[in-house]
């Protein structure tokens, strides 16, 4: 079957800012999302949450525009004061104009 | 001196330590995140049960100036504490109002600890006092939050940390169990006091294991943030209490009263602060404000703080 | 009345309402997963294992009647809904039956509140009534399922939703907690009594918390699901809850257990008839049935519909 | 034989059975991992803390020989379990002394079945028990461990491995536990005590459903390993039992304590022995070594060797 | 060391396709699978489990035959009807043989 | 805005080598991981962990050399013995120099 050759963005960031993240990507216009609770370490040591280094990673299915859109997004508004790592690949998408 | 070693063989004081010395030998012990948040949930829920159900019998009278006390200090204590840390310590101003921030709110977990204290010494304080700590824990987070504003150095996104704060879980929590205690009263309230009540105390010491290894990882950072903040996190929690004592009696508060309205006073918040400072003080550095609430003052309470300040209830008071 | 005020001081609907404001302010207040699982398992296993040590001691003659009354109003009730839902909703056949499926099975939480109500008001109902749950649970679904093949509109796959039903956990908990409690006795029961009956009514206070959270979540749905799904979510289970008695009191139950039963016949499943209907009737719109059973006919059963059984079963029986 | 019967109407040993069960008709049933972790904490805990008060009010002399059988059947039984794996099962080296391993040491939930089962037939044994399993689980691994050495046969890592038996959480809790007891005493561990003496049976109900899924899965292996495995995940526990019970009561342990020390010494690790054979011998199979300390010997003690060992000691000590 | 150029296939489903799912990527052919509890949102809004939009994803490493028919049979068999979401991208695998 | 291409380095194992990994993967000089709780089935069966095929996941951001090093050493140390698969695919990093 043909599959749609979109993006596959993943955004690891500190939890605090899971629902200012959420907000964001559906204004840049991506279908959903994905979530997973996850842990972690980096460059900026100590984060806020109920426990070191929990973190939450978003993935999301994207066309090009709205995933460079995301990602400057995250560059300009999260990177510099908040423990975040992002970065996209290609994916090959079953029924992937559904995602456009 | 011999209610001080009362503390040290509380179970809840032991636990602590335990918590911090298995993260020392690298124990693979740890306590799944959702039963810490279940733990927390159940003790914050039963404090306000409890505090409500007291309530729907208490007087007006009787706490409107401990209401009134507690604002006030909720007020005054973050701005003791941003001029420490401002011009005695030399911080910048943002992060002398993040840790004001924290100082300004409450440490639930002190509060109880030092609710359990004064029962397991047979001098139970008012029962109102759980509705104190949901009064204290805003007011003090947001006068520091506006500090920086006056000095228009950071631009504070206050709206966002402040909806943080008021629709905090331990908010809802604290006041929806005042209300749901406060409107069931003692006859409601009875089948489901086994739960609250019987469990309380043993709860508590798992919590506490957790909070001692959560503060073991904490001392680690101790060197970074250096001698100043070390000495902040002890003095100005003493300093703190001693005002709330000498308040808190001048309000009415029995000396078992006024030696829990120090221990909140005094204590610095690390759940709700955090999360509404990180919010609204992004540049203030987690290391300085989480290491200070929970790797120096919150230890201290539970050792030290909470019979000190009793002695002290008694010695103003008694 | 009087007994309508006595439910809305309990803490049981009150933290339902808490559960429902927490979200509607959008606090960030939420209770793991794992916990809400670990409540409901420790809910229905307590159940089933009280009803088991009751069944131990109860004569066969005394409740094969409410057996007999139970499996009849499992195969009567989902086809009324049917009908209800097709002929005067004009649904089509597959959500038709998908939202019967669950009218036709029981929600325990429902089942549990009205017990704990009744135990309240100081009149407790039969012993054996965990019993009527179990087996309460799963006909209806099956009854339901079978009416689109009549139809033949849908292929569904009947055989995997049964298993999914039948080996479901609540069933196994219940049936395994009355096997255990009925092998088990009053006597070996005893060890484990204060764990399953003194934390029972305190944990069901945190299970309503965490179940208004959910409910919050699907009243936003309301406006999608129309009056008339509205109107039905609360209209049948009222005819259902009449029918009940009435059947109940023939059979022999006693007022209180009359009106527990109507609790229980009223209720709609929302965690064995979801999954099964997802697997036999995929089309079938999980909006439609989750809004009505979990967001319409719970919250209506919780806070008026089992004060009013209470009533009409002591007013027909009484 | 009727205290036999006894353990089979016990809701601890029912509730295995319906984990177990639950797993044969694929039931979607299970105990999330988080709740798994927290009741094995509680559990741990809580007999370290009984144990502690116990000790605090016991003369040393009372335990000194039991202490000593302890160690010498913590290096004695995993030498034997060797042997026979090695020259009568012919198994090689690395899987010998990794089986080896587990049987040195010691399954806590098997302890704490024996003291239940001992305090239901009211015959409570010695309080200071719980100390003798912190004692017994380490020595046993490390025994084993060393034997592949001195074969040169396998270069294992024995310091991580030790690391990991020595600071591995069922140690941390269990001597954490014992120290605190030890130290508040009788009054300072009053409060606490509803929570962990009153929930603890229930919630070992809650533990054994979950582990008899695990059985469950492990049962599948059964064919895997053999008929002389099996043969040996029973007959050497008895044997172990039966030396236990001889020494034990040489050793000035009562008819009761005899018959839990022996339960202790027949059963094998299956938390703390597989993480460390796991690092120390990575080429030994999980599966042979899960299999028989979890899938035959465990079940097997639950349901028959517990009342064996009592019967034994009773005919052998009464 | 030398790396095997094979298929990461992601599956997002409800969760109550799990077992389901499960069954079929074995039948398919893959050597194993790694599941992780997720959560998300997308085009279908409201499903069926104890909470809204939880969901588990499923990543296997396979050949382009055995992932084409796990393709073929999700989009066949679940599209329609179910919340999923399918995607695959080439990996390079340690040992890569053993996964086909 | 600009990204750099780095390696999207993951690696599951049996939960019991996580410590071991971790120190692995900062000693080859990756500059943080993340980390995720999963479960998995594959051909070696049956693992030592609380449960069955619990697994833990790792995911690092890294350049090729570190890359590399890290997938030898995973294949050397750990390949033989344990429960293991290592990937790795190309991702496009934003502020990619911070992780190299
Ligand atoms: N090199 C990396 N590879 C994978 N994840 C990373 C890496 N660096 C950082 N992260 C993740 O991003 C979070 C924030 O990193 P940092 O902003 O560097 O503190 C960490 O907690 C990790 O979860
Ligand atoms: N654009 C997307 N990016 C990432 N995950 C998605 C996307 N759309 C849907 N999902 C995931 O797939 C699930 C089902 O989506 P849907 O079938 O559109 O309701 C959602 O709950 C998400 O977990
Ligand atoms: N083909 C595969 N695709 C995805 N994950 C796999 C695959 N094979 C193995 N795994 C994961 O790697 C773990 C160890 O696999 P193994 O070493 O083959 O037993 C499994 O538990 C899975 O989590
Ligand atoms: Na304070
Ligand atoms: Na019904
Ligand atoms: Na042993």
New interface residues.
Partial sequence: ?E?TE?Y?V?I?SER?LKDDI?QMIKDKGA?????????????R????S???G??I?FEV?VGKDVG?KI??S??ETY?E??AV????????????D??L | MESLLTNFTSPIVLAFLLGIISKLVKSDLEIPESIYKAISIYLLLAIGLKGGVELSTTAFSEFIWPVVATVFLGILTPIIAYVVLRYVGKLDITNSAGIAAHYGSVSAVTFIAAISYAETIGDPPEGFMPALVALLEVPGIIVALMIPQLFKSDSTSLKGAFHEVVTGSSIILLLGGLLIGYLAGPVSFEPVEPFFVNGFQGALVIFLLELGMITARRLEDLKKVGFFLVGFGIAVPILHGVIAIIIGLWSGLSVSGASVFAAMVSSGSYIAAPAAVRIALPKASPTLYLTASLGITFPFNIALGIPLYYLLATWIGG
């Fill in positions: 079957m599959l979109l596959l993943t690891v605090i959420i279908s959903g999302y994905t979530i997973t609770d996850v842990k972690g370490e980096g460059s040591g100590t984060r806020v109920d426990f070191e929990r973190n990673k299915v460079n990602i400057d995250v560059s990177f004061n908040y790592i992002t970065y996209a690949s290609p994916v090959n998408v079953v029924r992937g559904k995602y």
